[in-house]
């Protein structure tokens, strides 16, 4: 009982610091409760506490801020945060839309990762760069922002754990109990060269990133390798759709979003 009211506290706590402090407060009272008893019968062994929930809920509003800058494919990355979003999608799919217009100025339409075509790494790129962006990092790397270390931080069971090998983003997925993986995949497209391929950083951003790994380089001979091992391209071997690929679903906001 008293560990349940010093969580419940901890979790309101942790929401009215956050930079969604706003926003938070037109999040329906009574999704926690829905969310706490619907989801776990769609992601098995989730934590149902209420400081997972917010920083769940949190790392959901970052990807709606991302998703919302601009059009085209942009994938989320955590499974802790679809969980809240599959929720509120099921108990209040219009007052969703109502949230996302008055603090995103947009609808942020869902799509499962089946459905959104093309290439799901690149969708990933697009959000690493808009929530790097938005955390105040450097766009072209190699830190990763919060919304990426969301399912790994949380243990989330079956989520996505991203980290570095040599300053180049990768990602597993964890196991049945929110365990990490340091045999991570690392997509070219999420590489600074793959960045600046893509659009989505300058020339300049990519020097100034290329200076900075040979300095890194000079001064270690470890690198940033956080202690993962890394293979390229995405996994083929699972039976759950996108479950290899970094993400489960994520947004188009191109066509008939506004």
């Known amino acids: 009982m008293i560990w349940t009211m010093l969580n419940t506290w901890y979790a309101q706590r942790i929401l009215q610091r ?8 037109d999040i329906p009272a009574n999704l926690y409760s829905y969310w706490k008893s619907s989801a776990p019968g769609e992601y098995h062994g989730i934590p149902t506490d209420a400081v997972f929930f917010a920083r769940a809920t949190l790392g959901l ?6 998703a919302a800058q601009g059009t085209g ?7 802790a945060a679809d969980s809240v979003w599959h929720a509120w999608l099921r108990f209040s799919p219009l007052r969703l839309e109502t949230f996302c217009r008055k603090h995103f100025k947009r609808v942020v339409p869902h799509v499962e990762a089946a459905d959104m075509g093309g290439d799901m790494d690149a969708a990933l790129a697009v959000c690493l760069v808009r929530a790097r962006q938005a955390e105040g990092l450097d766009r072209e790397g190699p830190r990763m922002p919060s919304l990426f270390l969301l399912d790994k931080r949380l243990k989330m069971p079956l989520g996505f754990g991203y980290s570095l090998k040599r300053g180049q983003p990768g990602y ?7 365990r990490f993986n340091p045999a991570i995949n690392c997509p070219p497209q ?3 060269a793959g960045l600046l391929t893509a659009g989505l950083i300058t020339t300049a951003q990519f020097q100034d990133f290329e200076m900075r790994a040979r300095r890194q380089a000079a001064s270690s001979d470890s690198g940033s ?17 996108g479950s290899s690929c970094g993400s489960s679903c994520g ?3 191109g066509g008939g979003g506004d």
């Open 61 to 66: 509003l970052d990807f709606f801020e991302c």
């Open 190 to 192: 999420m590489a600074a």
């Open 73 to 79: 494919p942009c994938a989320l990355p955590s499974k």
């Open 251 to 253: 947004s188009s906001c």
């Open 172 to 178: 597993s997925q964890l196991d049945g109990r929110g």
């Open 225 to 241: 390798s956080c202690g993962s091992s890394c293979s390229s391209g995405c996994g083929s071997d699972s039976s759950d759709s």
């Open 18 to 25: 956050s930079r969604h402090s706003k926003a938070v407060k």
